[in-house]
Every structure is written in structure tokens, then in C-alpha cells.
């Protein structure tokens, strides 16, 4: 009987303290990030999510790493596990000096073999990453410090290409895990080994994922000695958690609830110029669509400032041409569409359609905002006499129908791989590039075309923008696309954090290794 | 017939419903639009690496030979292997299974442990303020919807009075118990920490609550009204004109003859929870079935939804089978 009493009484202490006991971000050492969206895999020759690249990253070096800038995060990249390169005046051969004494858990050197090993593992398995890398044709280790990548043509953003997930040096030595010649992927893709500040130590799928710093990591040591990523769904469990201090980053608040945690002096809110765009493609292979003054009067028809101040309660900005505020190559002059009423009627009157016409807009739940943008788009459309449908679909489904066409005005979202404007100049436009890959307005122009194609084999940047300038003001008066706004990214976290730098690169992910806590 | 030959009769027909279930769930899956090696690359992924993704899984080859080869499989026990998570199915079942039978069966736990008792008592003293109150309970648990009580919850218990942790099946420091059954109630007693116990059992009880709240409020209804029409019948007149006590009457007579329709909504519940209820899980940050399928679906992860569907395919049918047994238990007129 009294062993039954002490052990309920041990069980009441139990419930009681782990409901009473300190808050967990209150730690110094380990760092609780409140995540919306559990890992999937942690290969990166396979993962194409930031999600999952938010654990991968800090288990591995590169050869680059973008520029932190005081205590902003730069699109620019500086040496990382190599010391120097060189480029061949052609731009077709660069030649990496690597740094010496990087060595992976086991003792295996990071050398020349190593990166030879993983870009050839990408590319030989070739899913979603290898596209990253895909400038390469040949790797070699001229010798143990020192490699020679070719590239199959002159690739202006290559180097950045370097600084991606994609291009994280693996220990050669995960073959002993090969099974039936997967190159290791099974075991890849739930365990890391690399040699950056961090490494993966537990991971309990749906609950949460745990990062160690390596004491004895080659760069600056991390401040931290623990980082523990929790998978929180639902925003207000988020908010619930980061105000009690139990974590002490929250990734996935809705905006809706940003203004009441502002009010909390223990939290802040700060805001960074996003790179991700939102925008509506115009398929201009459609009839009606194809004619570029209906695709006009659809861009002067939108009130961009109302879907800013309302649906995004003024966290973003007006896209002003494809390329946006912050990366090289935004052109500031370039032709910004605003709601002018009149003018859209007058183009569509001049396209033959002053009886207005009948459009669909599809779009999906894969953002809380649509919804609402959705039927702004609609309300305002009917101003110039477009009767404009809506139709929301599953993503899975949207994306099967962007990339065969078979739409006619669709809500999407973009951010960047790597800090170039290619990503939106040659992805965007180039009509090799139709459907989802990138042109998904289906948009045709040879003489765009020539420009952007021209622009990416050069190395100059100066000449690069001057060609991706005369394309933008081609694009803008074709306008195969709603250019709407560039996001802002908020990161509410307790005030107790410290040196986190927002990168627009990499998106969802976070610079653990200078990161410390108060 | 003897009771184990019709068990094992049962058992039999399983076998073409579960093919049937996997016929079923193939030909759905595959004909939403949509197409996974996409999904999987990315989506600025190029055509060619979207192709060799769909070599490597195998989506190349023609429908009927996939599903024979899905069948193959199975019949050697392997439920597929996850495009989403790159492992086998199974393994994902063994993560996430467990998470949501165990706040299953809490839940049920506690629909029986309430329910039952407050039924009885609204049924005894029929249209009293106890009654009242009970009916007032299962109006409110029935018609609330569990979003909203989930995080009235949270807000409450978690954030404003600081009675209890908040999501999740541990305080977010705390290291997992070795895996062994996968039910953490379980596995930490296991490992003999009572404090890990006594974590589980405080971070178990709001989502416990909160997905047993409609169940318990059906139960104390059902219970309530098939007591009121067994009380009123003759053979209970007869036991009071007898001279039995009321408690024996009660418990023995009335509860045993009421039971029937209790014990098939309790087990249909326990199916219905079984295959994940995905807004507890969602507010309570619960990483069991109801999550992990709607992101297969997101995802069109086919095999995933496949072992997802044949999971709870065949614990219906379990659960089903277990409450069919029973009725013979309950009552002597039922026979197989």
C-alpha cells in the first residue's frame, strides 16, 4: 500500500514539474527553433526542400559560403573549404586550392578526392540537386589539395552555384553503406557525414531533430552546443510556446498574429527583404491570352498596393520587373504596371473584347493568402469586364496542370537556389524552360530568348546586366506575367537570441554556428 | 457454429477485403492528377532529372505490373517504400503508428471511464439536474468543434494558468524513451523513468481530452437512452417486485442489456480514431497517422497511402471482428 502511495506520489511530482519547471528556451547553450514542416531526408545529392536543407546545411562544409556583411547576410560568396580559385579567361575551367586539416568525424582528410566524390555523386544520381550543379562536366583532383572542375559551357553563376545544398562535401567513406548500387542514398537519407560545425544526433520523426557543434570544428566554434529543432504545426502552438519561452525561434507564424507579438517585450519581430515572389503566370499560349494587350489590361487591372496593405498587412513590396529589389540585375526604371482602370479597358477594347471576356484562375492552398488574392484578383478584374472563375485545386493536381499548359491565369510562388538573376531571367523566360521548370507562363520571345541565353555563358557581370536589362524592358511590355510583390520574411524570436543574420538565399535555414544566446 | 471457426471464418474474408482495399486505394491514388516524380525533384527541377526519378521508383512501368508488384511484395510483408521519406513504409508505420494508438486508446480510456458512469447516472435520475448537466456536457462535446476546443485548451492549461506542458508527447528537452512499443506511456516505464512517465502522462491528457470529448458525450448519450428504455421493461419490474436492490438491478440487469449499442459505437470509435485524427494531432503537435497521411496525400506518396489505408483496413475489421465476439458475450440470444 505505501509503495502504490510513493509511487503515485512520484508520478503527481512527475505531471506537476513538467508542467512547472523552467521554460526550455531558457538554456543558454541550446538553441529551440519552432519549425512548421517535419525532415523528410537529409541527402543532399536528393533533397530539393529547404526544410530538409535546414538540418543538412550545417552538417557540411562547401568550397564557398555566402558573405555575412556586418550582421546581414550578403548574396555575395567568399571562401569556405577552399582557400583560393582561379578561372580560365574562357570561364570554362576553375581550379580550386583547398584548405588543409578539414577532416570529417571518422579522420578522413576534406580534400580534392572528397569533393571529386560528392559533385560526382550528385550528378550521377541525378535528381532534383544535380540541376544545381548541372554546369559541370568533369571533376578532378589534380592532387590532394587541389581541384579542376570544367564546365560543359561558360556559366556566369557557377560560383554561387557552389554555396548550395547541393554542393556539400560527403566523406567519401558513406560507400561502405552502398546498398545495390544506390551510392549510399538509403543511408543518406537519414543520417549526415560531413564535416560542418554541427552534426546530427537524434532525430525522432514528427517530434523533433537534435544538432550537436563539433568542439573541435576547423572555423570560428559555434557558440551553442546544441540546437534542437521542434516540428510545431500549427501557428498558434508556435506562438503559445515562443511567448512562454519554450522555444526561442518561431518559423511559422501567420502574419494575422504578428501585431499581438509584437506587443510581448520578451520577443521581437524582425523583418528582412525576402527574395520570394509571388505572381500570377498568363498563359500566353491560350487564346485570348496570347494577344499581349489582354495580357496589359490584366496587369494595369490589379490593385497591387490594396493586396499589399490588406492581405499581407504591409509586409512586402511591389515586384518592379522580374528580377527583384536586392538581387544584381534589378532594373529600377524598368515599366511597373498600377491600377489604371480606364487604360486596362482602352487595351482590351484595342484587343477586340470591349465586351469583356471570360477567364479562369486557378491556384491552391499551398499558401494561407491566395484565398484572399484570389478574389481581390477577381473583384478587380471585373472592374475592366473580365468575368474571372476561380478554381482551387490540390497543389499536386496545379502543378500537373501548369506544366502541361492546360490553365489560363495561375497564382504561384518563386525564390531562388543561388544568388543570380538567372534564376528568374533564364528560368522565367527562356522557352526551353516551359512548364514547371520555370516558364510557366509558357511565354515566347526570340529575341528574349537570345538575351538571357547570351547573358548567362558570360562571365562579366556588367555585361550580363546590360543584356538582362534590354530583356526586362522586352518582358515588361509582353508582360507574360503579374509581377504582384517580393515577400518580406519575419522571424519572431526571444529577445535572448542573438547574431542571427537573415540570408534571402537560404530561405528557412539559419546560421546555427553564429548564433548564441543571452 | 463454435465461436473459433467463425473467428477464424472472419479471419478469411479478410483476405479478399484487404486485396480489394488495395485495388481500390491503387486505382484512387493514380488517378488523382498529379505527378509524384515531380513532386519528389522539386519544382524547378529539370525533365530530365524529373525522368530519372521516375526510372528509380519504378512509376515508368505500366499500372497493372506496379500493382502486381505492389502485391508481390506485400504477400512477402513489405508494405512499399515511401517516395516522400525514401524508406520503407513499415518503418515509417512503426515511427508514427504508435503516436496515435496510443492517444487512441487514452482517449477511449477515457469515453469508457466517463461516459459510461455519467450515462448511467442521467438515466437514473431521468430529467434531475444532474441529468441536466450530464446532457448539457454532450450537447457541448458533440456540437464543438475540436480545433477551437484544442487550442481554448492550450491557451488555458499551457499558457495562461501553466498547469500542464503544450504539444507534443514530451517537454521539448527531454530525449525520447528507447523505441520498444513505441507508446511512450509504455516505453518510459520500460526504461524506469518515472519522470519521463510522469511527462507523458501530463502531455497526453489535454489531446486525450480533447479527441475523446465527442466520443464520451456519444457514449453518454447512448448509454443514457438504451438505459431509460431497458429500465422501463417488464423484467426489471419483475426483478424490483422481487425484492432484488436497486444496485443489482442497475449494474446487472440494465447496464448488461444496454451494453449492445455501446460497445459497437466504441469500437467503430476506436477505428474512426485509429486512422489519425488529424486536427488533434495538427494543434497538439501529435506525430501519429492523421499527419502523416495528409502529407502523403499532399504529396501523392502512393505507396505511404497505401500502407496508411491497409493499416486501418485491417484494424476495422480487427476492431470489428473483436466487437462481433463480444455480443455473444453480451447477450446469451446472440449465437454463431
Redesign the interface.
Known sequence: MKRKAL?ML????????????SP?GA?KD?L?VGVSS?I??L?PA?S??NYDWRQIYPSYDRLVKYKVAGDEGSTEVEPMAAESWTVSPDGMVWTFKIRKGITFDDGTPLDATAVKFSFERVLK????P??NI?AIQSVDAVDGSTVKISLKSAFGPFLQTLATDAASIVNPNIMKHEKNGDLA??WM??NTDGSGPFKIV?W?????CVLAAKPNYWGPKPKLQKV?I?????S??QR??L??G??DIAEGILIDQIPAIEKNPNVVVPRYPSQLVEYVYLNCQKPKLNNKLVRQALNYAVDYQGIITHVLRGNGVQMRGPIPKGMWGHKPDVLQYQKDVAKAKDLLKQAGFEKGLDLTLIYSERRASWEQIATILQSNLAEIGVNLKLELM????L???V?RGDFELCLGAWSP?YADPSMFMN?WFDSKNFG???NRSHYKNDQVDELIRKSLALADVKQRVELYHQAQDVIMQDAPYIFLYQTQTIVPMRKAVKGYVYNPMLESMYNFESISKE | MHILSYVLKRLMYLIPVLIGVTLLVFVIAHAIPGDPARMMAGQKASREAVENLRRAMGLDRPLPEQYLRYLTGLLQGDLGFSIRNQRPVREDMRDFFPATLELSLTSMLLCVSVGLPLGIVSAIWRNRPIDHASRVFSVFGVSMPVFWLGLMLLLLFYRQLGWLPGSGRLDIGIDPPAHVTGLYLIDTLLEGSTGKFGNAVAHIILPAFCLSYVYLAIITRIVRSSMISVMGLDFITTARANGISEVVIILKHCLKNSLIPTVTITGLSIGELLGGAILTETIFNWPGMGKYVVDSVNFLDFPAIMGFTLVVALAYVMINLAVDVMYAFLDPQIRY
Request: net charge negative.
Open positions: 509511487w512520484t508520478l503527481a511530482c512527475g505531471i506537476w514539474l513538467s508542467a512547472a519547471g526550455w538554456d541550446t529551440v517535419d523528410h531526408l541527402d536528393v530539393s526542400d544520381i541525378g535528381k532534383g544535380a540541376d548541372g542514398q538509403a537519407a537519414q537524434e525522432s520523426r514528427g517530434e523533433r534542437i521542434r516540428f510545431m504545426r500549427e498558434s502552438d503559445m510556446a511567448e512562454s519554450d522555444i490540390a497543389n499536386p493536381t502543378r500537373d496542370k506544366d537556389d528560368f514547371l521548370p520555370g
